[in-house]
Every structure is written in structure tokens, then in C-alpha cells.
């Protein structure tokens, strides 16, 4: 195993036991629960955005799972509060194609923060859908409650 290889491990592990954003949120606008019948993972993602719903004020997430989908929700916490929406969803998509790339590329490691972590992840298709379940529930959250299909 490379040093890098070795500090995304490090990376994953950390962020699934000390999860950031896990909990309820007070007052969420929206909330969107995901479930990975493949292993059975599940997350309820729940988001508060300011007045003009152009920036996500929090987030958190409930869920249980394996140590990739856990910490995958932990970094996404990190990366998206605070963020404009139209930032949070494009990074969503970053993420996506990143995981789709079968470890292969060079994704920009400055934008994605730790989540470049799961870089490695993409070489293993079935847990994929571990690493994407949070970004999945954030998407349909935000599309609830720019829809006013809220809570």
C-alpha cells in the first residue's frame, strides 16, 4: 500500500468514528432518507438553507451503515455547510463522476477536500453506492425543498 493509499484509509476511518453532522437537526426544511438495498446501509439527510434558499445554513444526517457510507456523510458535512447550493450540488456531481472513474484520473483533490479519500473506493463497484448514498439523500433534500415539498 502506498503513503497516499494509507492516508485515505486513515482519512475514512477517522471520519467514521468521529462523525461530523450526525444527529437531528431543529427546524430542517427538508429531509431525505436513502437506503442501499445492496448491503443495507440507510441515511436521513436533513437540510436548513437561508431565506432565499441559496445557501445551505446545515445540514445533518442520521443513518447506520459501513465505515465508507458513514464517513462519506461525515465529509460531506464538512464540505457543504455553509456552501452556496449550486456549489453543493456541482461538488455532488464531482464526487459522482469521481467515484465512476474506477480510480482512474486525477480529480482535484483542492476541491474535493477529504472526499478525495474515496478516490479509491471507485475501483470497487459495490461499494459505490456506499460512498455515494449521502450525496443522493443531499440532492433530493435540496430539490424538496426548492420545490417547497418540505417538512
Not at 11 to 35: M, N
Not at 101 to 116: N, Q, T
Not at 119 to 127: A, E, F, L, Q, W
Not at 135 to 145: R, Y
Request: some cysteine; charged content about 25%; overall charge negative.
Amino acid at each position: 500500500m502506498s503513503g497516499l493509499d494509507g492516508l485515505y484509509q486513515q482519512i475514512i476511518l477517522d471520519h467514521s468514528k468521529a462523525r461530523h453532522g450526525e444527529g437531528p437537526l431543529e427546524h430542517a426544511q427538508a429531509e431525505h432518507h436513502e437506503l442501499n438495498p445492496t448491503c443495507g446501509d440507510e441515511l436521513t439527510m436533513r437540510i436548513r438553507l437561508d431565506p432565499t434558499h441559496e445557501r445551505i445554513d446545515e445540514v445533518a444526517w442520521q443513518g447506520n451503515g459501513c465505515s465508507i457510507s458513514m464517513a462519506s456523510a461525515s465529509v460531506l458535512v464538512d464540505l457543504v455547510r455553509g456552501t452556496r447550493v449550486d456549489d453543493a450540488l456541482a461538488l455532488a456531481e464531482e464526487f459522482r463522476m469521481m467515484l465512476r472513474s474506477r480510480g482512474e484520473g486525477e480529480p482535484d483533490e483542492e476541491r474535493l477536500g477529504d472526499a478525495i479519500a474515496f478516490h479509491g473506493v471507485s475501483k470497487y463497484v459495490m461499494r459505490v453506492k456506499c460512498a455515494m448514498l449521502s450525496w443522493v439523500a443531499l440532492e433530493a433534500a435540496i430539490a424538496k425543498s426548492r420545490s417547497h415539498d418540505a417538512l
